[in-house]
């Protein structure tokens, strides 16, 4: 089984490397954020919880994203493996991550850092929110609140795979094609 965090800030790839890495490799795409994206375009109860704080890019209840996870692990018996996408995104959702990996006889093989500086990932999230709809990614408030976020309750989890020695990081800049690489590079290497 291969199961990888694909880690970075808003705007720095993820969800891009992540799609051609499961196709690669035919592995399940976990992104939590589409996931709630998909609760609120269907109008659930979960969607309806989610939204508010999508809406000030604030996160959603870690019990609430937790359970997604758990639930979506649970929905692919047969996986090859999980790729991570935008969770775990606190500390107490990485230790969550590694205690259900554990109940479940899988692990992650590693944690994958997309490194790109803040000055391109507003760039980057502007652009996307012109043609992609996202609330979020269209309010410069929001986008720097967002990255406000990541460096206050995400970015420490890189010390939390560090110490597992499974942090990984790459330049998240240039080619979509080229950070491909680099990624496909690292992971034939596990
Ligand atoms: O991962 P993505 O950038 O698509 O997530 C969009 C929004 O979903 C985040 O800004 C946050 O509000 C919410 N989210 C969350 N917790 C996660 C993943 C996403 O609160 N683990
Ligand atoms: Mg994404």
Known sequence: ????????????????????????????????????R??????TELGKQAQGFI??????????VIDIIRSQIEQHPDAKGFIFD???????????????????????????ALDVETGELVKRL?????????????????IRNRIDVYHRKTEPIIGYYHTQKKY?????????ADISDRLRRHVKGL
């Not at 809406?55 to 609430?64: I, L, S």
């Not at 990485?94 to 992650?108: C, N, S, V």
């Not at 990984?168 to 979509?176: K, L, M, S, V």
């Open 168 to 176: 990984h990081p790459i330049d998240g800049t240039g080619d979509i």
């Open 126 to 142: 502007l652009k996307r929110g012109a043609s992609s709809g996202r609330a979020d990614d269209r309010s410069l408030d929001v």
């Open 38 to 43: 998909k609760e609120i375009a269907s109008g």
């Open 1 to 36: 089984m291969l199961n990888i965090v694909l880690f970075g800030a808003p705007g720095a790839g993820k969800g891009t490397q992540a799609a051609i890495l499961a196709g690669e490799h035919d592995l399940v795409h976990l992104s939590t954020g589409d996931i709630l």
């Open 86 to 112: 935008g969770f775990p995104r606190t500390t107490a959702q990485a230790e969550t991550l590694d205690r259900l990996m554990t109940e479940k006889g899988m692990q992650i093989a590693s944690m994958v």
């Open 55 to 64: 809406d000030k890019g604030e996160f959603v209840p870690d019990r609430v």
